[in-house]
């Protein structure tokens, strides 16, 4: 299947996700449930407080946030007695915040739905397909 192929079935599933009432850094990071060593369930509890911009506070989109929780499940090494991979996981969190911001102008879930101008700049599923393609490039783009 090709790549192209996989990130367009990948934001498809998410956004059915979405139509199913997950919020969504649950729609993204489910998404993703084969490149991580969680589960679907798993992935959903462990996303659920980032909806509507982190704790329903209107800060950063969850369609990005989720890209934390993946950053840190590629590349954390589990180093309980001693943290070596916090570098490597911020900065794949950040590449992938970056593009986005990048591409929508904002990270701010209030301001990508124009609650205070009217104007959306993305909406929630496009926010959510721009998640799920930025985090399958800069994220598992050799998987």
Known sequence: M???????????????????????????ACVFADKTDLDEKTLFRVTEGLGLGMGCMDG???????????????????????P?????????????????????????????RGEDTGTPLRSCPGCIEDGVRIIQEHLFKED
């Open 2 to 28: 090709s790549k192209e192929k996989t990130e367009i079935d990948k934001a498809k599933q998410a956004n059915a996700f979405h139509d199913r009432g997950f919020n969504c850094a649950q729609s993204v």
């Open 60 to 82: 950063t989109c969850g369609a990005i946030s989720a890209a934390a929780v993946l950053a840190g499940l590629k590349c954390s090494t589990g180093h309980t007695d001693g």
């Open 84 to 112: 070596d991979s916090k570098a490597i996981s911020y900065e794949a969190a950040a590449s992938c915040i970056r593009a986005f911001k990048e591409k929508n102008g904002s990270l701010v879930c209030r301001e990508l």
